[in-house]
Each structure stands twice: as C-alpha cells, then as structure tokens.
C-alpha cells in the first residue's frame, strides 16, 4: 500500500535551483534534451534545452565516465556532474559532465529543422507543417512565454478587480453575431453551430456575477486567408455590469495593459530580450470618434474613403500612423461605430441612432479588440431585434434573462494572437499562434 502525500520533491535540478540553491563545485543532477553538440575533440559542449532555456554542459574525455558518440542530437538525459561558474555560458553557469543516463533516443538520424539556429530560416509553411519541432527553437517558444504572460495577465488582473472567470458552451443552437461566418455542425440529429464568441452567456452570467470573464477559443468561418485571420483563435473576454458608461470598459482594458506591461517586464525579461521587443507606453489611450478620425486620416494621408460604416485595413494603419504621430501612442481607441456594423445588442448613441456606444482598439494598425456597452432593457432589445427583421429562434434563454432584470452593462473581446503578434513584431497572425486553423490548414 502506497499514499500520496502532496508534491514529491525530485532529486534532478531545475535551472533557478542551480543559480540560488547549489554552489560552485557542488555535485548535481540534472535532465533535459539535447538541443546540439558541439563536438571539439576532447570536448565536447553538450547544450541541453529545459523548460526554463539553455543548459550548457561540458564532456571531457578525462574526466567523463561514457563516451560522447552515444549521445545524439534530441535525445533526453539525465546527467550528473559538477557546478561551474562560466559567464559566457547561459546563464552564467555550466556542469561538468561526469555520468549520463539515456532517457530516450531520437529514431531519424536527422532534425527536420535547424531548431539550434538562433532564428529559424525557413518558410512560415515549414515551420507549420513541423510545428512541434519549430517551436523547440529558443526564439520560437519565447513567443508563447509572452503570450502566457498576456492571459496570465488578463486572469491575474481582472481577479484583482472581482471578476468571476467562467467557462461557457462552444457549442451551441444559434451564433451569438449572426451572419454567414458560422460553423454548422449536426448534434445528435440537431442543427448546431460552433460558438462565435460567448457573448450571450458572459451577458446572462452579468445577471449572476456582475462581473465574468472567459479566456477560451472562438470560431469564425470567414473566408479570409489573409495575415491578420485566423478560422480559430482565443479570445479573452470580460463583461461588466453597474458600469456609468461604455467608458468604464474602456478604462478597464487600458488597465489590463498597463498590468499586463508591468507583469511582462518583471517576470518575462529573459523572453523579451530573446524578441527584442520595445514597450508600448500604455499610461495613456486615446479615444477618437469613428466619423471624425476616418475624415481626418482620409484628409491628412490622401486616402479615399470606400466604406462609410466600417474601417478598412488600409484605414486602420492611417489611424495607427496618426495616433503615434500626433499622440505618442501605439493604441488608440476608435469609438462610435456605426450601428449598421454592430450586432443587435450593441446599444445605440442616444444623441444619435445611427451610432453605437461602441469601440475598437488599434494596436500599431491592427484592430485587437471591439467592445461596448449592451442593451439592458428587454424591450429595447425587443424592438432592435425586430427593426433588423432578425429571427429570435435559438434565443429564448438569452432574451428570458433580460425579461427579469439586467444591469446596465458592457464587455470586450481581446484577439490573443493579434495582441502577441503586435506586441513582438511579427507581421503574421500565425506566427503567433501555436497550431493555426486557417482557409487550408487542419494540422498538425
């Protein structure tokens, strides 16, 4: 009989235990993959990859109990040997090889990719089709360290202001946007759709919590198969009741950033500087009417101006280049959009209908997030739904719970992937996106 009594400490080292729990000259063991050899001769260096980057070790002839030929490229080890301090060594630190224990072997004799080139020359397409041999390249994997940090962040932050995290359906009997971009699926002999956003159920769950938000994958079948467009992606959402104003939902994001920044830089530094990636200052966003930035950038850069009701991506470039030129900013929020472009529960401008009390934000060009205050009142959703000639089947539980009662409220939908590949410098959406589904790709 054998009991489970909590964590079991292992006798193998991490990278942090060996830079404040060991001494120079302390005998330790350690594991990880062979990231590549660098075989001089009578030394060799064994550079050994670990969930926390590098580990160089160092295989003498003398004073090594194995020979260094049984050691391949890729295979897992474990190893016992000295503690040595090296500056020019990650880390500032390196073992001195005694034994090694093979863990596993590689069965090709060759790596599909050059995983050990600090950057991957190879084509998007290559990395993609070998996705889980691209991302054990050092600056590969950094991109999804940062990217953890943003939904770190983003769980980190909102429990800091009382949100309650949800978990909602993604499958579902109705989109919660409407349109032709929706995933049809039968369940169980039932038409279905795969979920657009969780937007009716972070609304009724307003009713319950007053404040929820929900990091999880959407699907949209847009057929796009541009840079910026992904079929499946995560979005990171939040909706919030007893708000003054869709400017409260505004002020909350600018807060996740200004959180998200400060987390990044203290607990991601080794991952930032792999990237190289410079900060937004987000101690302040600007905010901009839709009419009146989309006149002004069409005036200062020359732009004719094709869509009245919705900014193109030419458009939000120009925006993007006006905010950082006349404000400082890489963010700017684009408010008011026209309700001709916004789902029925968007609510309307009270000074003006043809408006919505909704937004945009723009990072560096590139629309990351839209957001806005909801209708509230049942009978006002009611008529918006009827105005668009819209069907209400599929809605029952949705408009049941506005029926008895909801507070004024309003929420966001961050794109995880548009937000990380802004925020590194990545010109494509799939870069930053573990195993992308797109118009062509359903692997690996």
Same mark, same amino acid.
């Given at each position: ?212 938000? #929900? /990091?999880?994958?959407?699907?949209? =079948?847009? *057929?796009?198969?541009? %840079?910026?467009?992904?079929? $499946?992606?995560?979005? @990171? ?15 909350? #994001? /600018?807060?996740?950033?200004?959180? =998200?920044? *400060?987390?990044?830089? %203290?607990?991601?530094?080794? $991952?930032?500087?792999? @990237? ?169």
């Amino acid at each position: 009989m054998e009991f489970m009594t909590g964590v079991k400490k292992k006798e193998t080292k991490e990278i942090t235990e060996l830079l404040t729990g060991c001494a120079e000259g302390e005998v330790v063991k350690i594991n990880g993959a062979v990231h590549v050899i660098r075989d001089m001769g009578t030394v060799a260096f064994v550079i050994l990859r670990k969930r926390e980057g590098l580990l160089q070790c160092v295989y003498e002839k003398e004073t090594a109990e194995f020979d260094i030929k049984t050691i391949k490229e890729a295979a897992t080890l474990e190893v016992t040997g000295v503690l040595k301090q090296n500056e020019k060594a990650p880390n500032g630190i390196e073992i001195t090889m005694q034994k090694v224990e093979i863990l596993s072997e590689p069965e090709a004799e060759m790596m599909p990719l050059a995983i050990s080139k600090w950057k991957l020359n190879t084509s998007l397409e290559a990395k993609l089709n070998y996705r889980s041999i691209a991302l054990r390249n050092i600056r590969e994997r950094a991109k999804f360290r940062i990217q953890e940090g943003l939904t770190r962040a983003f769980r980190d932050f909102l429990y800091s202001q009382e949100f309650t995290e949800i978990h909602t359906p993604k499958i579902g009997a109705k989109g919660a946007e409407g349109g032709a971009n929706i995933f049809k699926l039968e369940y169980f002999h039932r038409p279905a759709v795969l979920a657009q956003s969780p937007q009716f159920y972070k609304q009724m769950m307003v009713g319950v919590f007053d404040r929820v938000f #929900e /990091t999880a994958p959407v699907f949209r =079948a847009e *057929k796009h198969n541009t %840079k910026r467009h992904l079929n $499946e992606y995560t979005s @990171l959402d939040f909706e919030m009741g007893y708000i003054d104003g869709f400017e409260d939902i505004m002020a909350m #994001e /600018t807060g996740y950033l200004q959180y =998200a920044m *400060k987390l990044l830089q %203290k607990e991601y530094a080794k $991952e930032l500087k792999i @990237l190289g990636v410079e900060f937004p200052d987000v101690s302040r966003i600007p905010a901009v009417r839709f009419h009146d930035i989309k006149e002004i950038v069409s005036e200062k850069y020359g732009h004719k101006m094709r869509n009245p009701f919705d900014l193109e991506p030419e458009e939000e470039q120009l925006i993007g280049k006006y905010a950082k030129e006349e404000w400082g900013s890489d963010f700017v929020f684009v408010t008011h959009y026209p309700s001709k472009k916004r789902p029925f529960y968007a609510m309307d401008d009270p000074e003006d209908s043809k408006y919505t009390l909704s937004f945009d934000l723009l990072f560096k060009g590139l629309e990351i997030t839209t957001g806005g205050q909801r209708i509230h009142d049942y009978q006002k959703l009611i008529e918006k739904i009827e105005a668009r000639g819209m069907e209400t089947d599929g809605m029952d539980q949705y408009l049941a719970t506005f029926r008895h009662g909801m507070p004024p409220h309003g929420g966001i939908g961050i794109g995880l992937e548009r937000l990380t590949m802004q925020l590194i410098g990545e010109d494509n959406v799939r870069e930053t996106t573990l195993f992308p589904r797109d118009l062509s790709r359903l692997e690996p």
